[in-house]
């Protein structure tokens, strides 16, 4: 099975680079039906593509993380989602008992005392819940865009994810932030408001904050911590 997906991706990639992330997703969801899957957290980019493939109903499966602490208005965007175009949007939440068991010996708030803490809180609420998502599947489409990070700049748009052990589509991985906007308006996509308000990435209300034009988009994450600890987990290169 990795032969065969790895094969696949020699064989997709000069392909994909001749195609538009509307394109690239359509012919995607026909080889892999079944087993391509896109996580959404309701950001810019993620709206965009989850209307690419709701409005031409690609048969690629839509998920969320709900860690139980995101902000008000991603669980309208959510919403209003699922009313739009009249979807289902599938959500995976921590296991029960972890969680409880974490939160009752830590604290609701225990992130903010140790890297080691909010490693474990973004481990229970986030990466076990995403590993089970996946399972089964062989194609990841994300969201991720180079201009969120230095390190995202050489990402190739289909890659594989070692980790957990499946194919990763980035489709809007060199569309600039005016590029995602433009397409939210021309199509009038619901999209967070937070992110009028300087918000560029989207996660947990207590680790996530505005930034300042000119600031390094992690800036909006984690920021209490050191520059090196800010990763979730999520993207192992990000
Ligand atoms: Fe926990 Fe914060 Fe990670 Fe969310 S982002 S899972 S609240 S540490």
């Given at each position: 099975m990795l032969d065969t997906l790895q094969n696949k991706l020699e064989d997709l990639v000069p392909t994909l680079s001749q195609l538009s992330p509307q394109e690239g997703l359509s012919l995607l969801a026909q080889q892999f039906e079944g087993k391509i899957i896109f996580s959404t957290s309701f950001s810019w980019e993620d709206q965009v593509i989850a209307h690419m493939i709701l409005s031409q109903s690609l048969p690629v499966k839509i998920f969320t993380l709900?860690?139980?602490?995101?902000f008000g208005e991603t669980y309208y965007v959510w919403s209003r989602t699922n009313e739009l175009y009249n979807t289902k949007i599938s959500a995976y939440y921590p296991n029960q008992e972890h969680i409880e068991r974490f939160v009752t010996e830590?604290?609701?708030?225990?992130?903010?005392?140790?890297v080691e803490n909010r490693k474990s809180c973004c481990y229970i609420r986030k990466v076990e819940p995403l590993k089970r998502a996946l399972a089964g599947n062989q194609l990841w489409v994300t969201g991720l865009?180079?201009?969120?990070?230095?390190?995202?700049?050489?990402?190739?748009a289909l890659e594989w994810d070692e980790g957990n052990q499946i194919l990763k589509y980035?489709?809007?991985?060199?569309?600039t932030t005016e590029e995602v906007k433009e397409f939210i308006n021309k199509n009038g996509i619901p999209y967070n408001t937070l992110h009028d308000k300087g918000f560029v990435s989207i996660g947990c209300l207590p680790c996530t904050r505005a930034i300042q034009p000119g600031d390094d988009f992690r800036a909006g994450r984690w920021w209490w911590e050191d520059k090196a600890s800010k990763e979730c987990g999520l993207h192992a290169h990000s």
């Open positions: 709900d860690t139980g602490r995101l830590k604290g609701p708030n225990s992130f903010y005392e140790s865009r180079a201009e969120h990070s230095p390190e995202r700049g050489d990402l190739p980035h489709p809007l991985l060199h569309w």
